[in-house]
């Protein structure tokens, strides 16, 4: 048991702990609910509402959003809706976050148990590294449509705002005030697991190309040009060396390294003497 967990941790993806803040960027976006509440203070005491509440929830139509608010001329109350409509952003950050979930936790289940059938053919790799990119893509996309959304929520939410929406309070005998804003913590924190998530997703890209062997493929291949290229992204120096050593030529490459790092380990010892 113990032996198969050692085996489990060491085989899983580096970053399987995906799933978990995908879950925390939609959970505390999805799941959000606010209130505000503004007092209409008329001069006719009577009419007045001292404590009128507003809730809204996600995906924050807040056009559909509506109050009971006093005319401040007899008993009368009429009806006051929110201005704005931020569900697209909201349902796009919540959508991509539901669907990251989905994906991480389907290949992390391939990855663990089908390991073999994922490095059978060099396929299953290659999707997963591009799924794995536009992932990356859609969450810095997503995260910053998002942030851009809850800035402007927050002031179509902000009992200042709201006040100049009730046609009573325009009047200057009627007074008008906040008395408490929405807290938004909740959405704060999905917004920072939004951009914790593009990081973590954009790292992982590195894990799964690792995977592609386009690094090794490419090297393989040789066109000249190709390879030079591959250069650029091969940081695995002991894995290019397996190949190299296929070719006669490369022997003695392999061969020269050695004289080059005496070389280099001359000067060291002399600055040693001194
Ligand atoms: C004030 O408004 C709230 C709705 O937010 C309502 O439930 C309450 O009955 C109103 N109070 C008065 C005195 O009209």
Not at 8 to 26: C, D, G, K, T, Y
Not at 185 to 209: C, D, E, P, Q
Not at 246 to 258: A, E, F, K, R
Request: net charge negative; charged share 15%.
């Amino acid at each position: 048991m113990d032996q198969l967990m050692q085996k489990l941790s060491f085989e899983m993806r580096p970053n399987s702990s995906l799933q978990l803040f995908a879950i925390f960027a939609f959970a505390t976006c999805g799941g959000y609910s606010g209130q505000l509440r503004v007092s209409v203070d008329c001069m006719e005491k009577a009419s007045s509402n001292l404590s009128i509440g507003i809730d809204f929830a996600y995906p924050f139509r807040l056009y559909q959003v509506s109050f009971e608010a006093p005319m401040c001329e007899g008993m009368i109350r009429e009806r006051v809706f929110l201005i704005g409509d931020y569900s697209s952003s909201a349902e796009f950050f919540v959508t991509i976050a539901v669907f990251a979930f989905l994906y991480s936790l389907m290949a992390t289940i391939v990855y663990i148990f089908f390991k073999n059938k994922y490095h059978e053919n060099n396929q299953a790799p290659l999707i997963d590294f591009v799924v794995t990119v536009v992932f990356s893509f859609m969450w810095l996309v997503s995260s910053s449509a998002w942030a851009k959304a809850l800035s402007d929520v927050k002031l179509a939410t902000d009992p200042d705002e709201v006040q100049l929406l009730i046609p009573a309070c325009k009047d200057q005998t009627n007074r008008c005030g906040s008395v408490h804003g929405s807290h938004w913590s909740g959405l704060n924190t999905s917004v920072a697991f939004g951009f914790l998530n593009f990081v973590l997703w954009a790292g992982n890209i590195w894990f799964v190309f690792k995977e592609t062997g386009w690094h090794k493929g490419s090297s393989r291949l040789a066109g000249g040009g190709s390879e030079k290229q591959a250069g650029t992204f091969n940081q695995q120096p002991y894995n290019q060396g397996s190949f190299d050593q296929t070719g006669s030529h490369n022997i003695q490459g392999d061969l020269s390294q050695p004289s080059e790092y005496s070389q280099v380990g001359g000067p060291t010892s002399y600055s040693n003497q001194m």
